[in-house]
């Protein structure tokens, strides 16, 4: 049994269910049987977003209804670091492509600011927060990441939550380097930069400088590029 589970094929389902007989809920129901169009016998893995996950193998698909055989739980454990990205996201279709691509690196809280030269995009957190989530699911991830609300750059440097290895990108600078610590966060400004005052109040909140390589980066280019630094 659970011979044909397919890589990707990821439900989020909190609580996850308990071993034996049992049904889909809904909405995961519909996107087995109705658009994946997977038959009794196939495989998916529902997990929970907190490193527990679970092989379903489905027993019998109707319309709305997936009744499923479910496997015992297995607990994945967390990453080795846990990188909190931060940034003022850029215009709709290109943060969602930052929230995407920044889940299959592996950032674990997203910090989205607005700065003296950004704009508040509005309430987006929910739906950044589904597309993390879809991420997840397509690139088998069994931690799903944090995002947080919405906030001003001001705000976000007073978090006392935040970790205490921290970057932020800086045009010149060397490439960060968090030697061996389980936790950081890297701050990336938007288009044009952090002001000099915003930089100046990052530093004092103890955000080290960091290069991001010779060119001029987009937003959501720098983002998931110094994750990518911090996470190798």
Known sequence: MYN???MAR?????????PGSSRLPDDVAHHVGSVLRLRPGDGIVLFDGRGNQCAAELTA???AQVDVQIGPT??????????H???????WQRA??????????????????????TRPQGERADRWRKLTVAAAGQCDRAW?????????????????????????GVGGAARPDPRGAPE???LVGPEGGLTPAELAAAQSAGFVPCGLGPHVLRTETAALVGAALLLV
């Open 10 to 18: 990821r439900y989020l389902t909190d609580p996850l269910p308990t």
């Open 184 to 186: 950081c966060v890297l």
């Open 61 to 63: 698909v109707r319309r």
């Open 85 to 91: 990205l931060a940034f003022a996201p850029p215009r």
């Open 4 to 6: 044909r589970l397919p």
């Open 144 to 168: 799903l990441p944090e995002v947080t609300e919405l906030r001003s750059l001001a705000e976000f440097l007073v978090d006392p939550t935040l970790p205490a290895i921290r970057f932020v």
């Open 74 to 83: 297995v607990t994945v454990p967390p990453p080795p670091r846990r990188l």
């Open 96 to 117: 969602e492509w930052l929230f995407e691509h920044g889940t299959e690196l592996g950032v674990m809280v997203f910090h989205p600011l607005w700065t003296e030269r």
